[in-house]
């Protein structure tokens, strides 16, 4: 399924950028917003595995966005789950919501510093 893909993807450039930042304060917006993420991404992926089937496995690019690309990725994540998610699964549209929330909480910390 593309779009749980799309949010793995996030994760895991969250978490590649989180180790490898020598910014203490890039380290620790990174952490926040790779632990608020996870477990929504579990929730999603379980959600729409429940209503639409097994995903079939699929492969992460190393890192795919910069550290600074981040919070749009983020967004554009939510925004396909409203959009695929809208008049159908109502509890996912909500989800979307949280997930913009994180990404905004990240830009937020990117401009204090």
């Not at 793995?8 to 304060?25: A, M």
């Not at 699929?58 to 981040?70: A, G, I, W, Y």
């Amino acid at each position: 399924m593309k779009l749980i893909q799309q949010f793995k993807q996030v994760l895991n450039d969250i978490q590649q950028h989180h180790w490898n930042t020598t910014l203490l304060s890039e380290h620790e917006a990174l952490s926040t917003a790779y632990n608020s993420l996870s477990p929504l991404i579990d929730t999603i992926a379980e959600t729409l595995i429940a209503q639409e089937g097994p995903i079939l496995p699929f492969t992460l690019k190393v890192p795919s966005h910069t550290t600074k690309e981040l919070p749009k990725a983020i967004f554009d994540a939510a925004t396909s789950l409203r959009d695929h998610s809208e008049n159908i699964y109502p509890d996912l549209v909500n989800l979307s919501d949280e997930v913009t929330a994180i990404g905004s909480k990240l830009l937020y910390f990117y401009r204090l510093s």
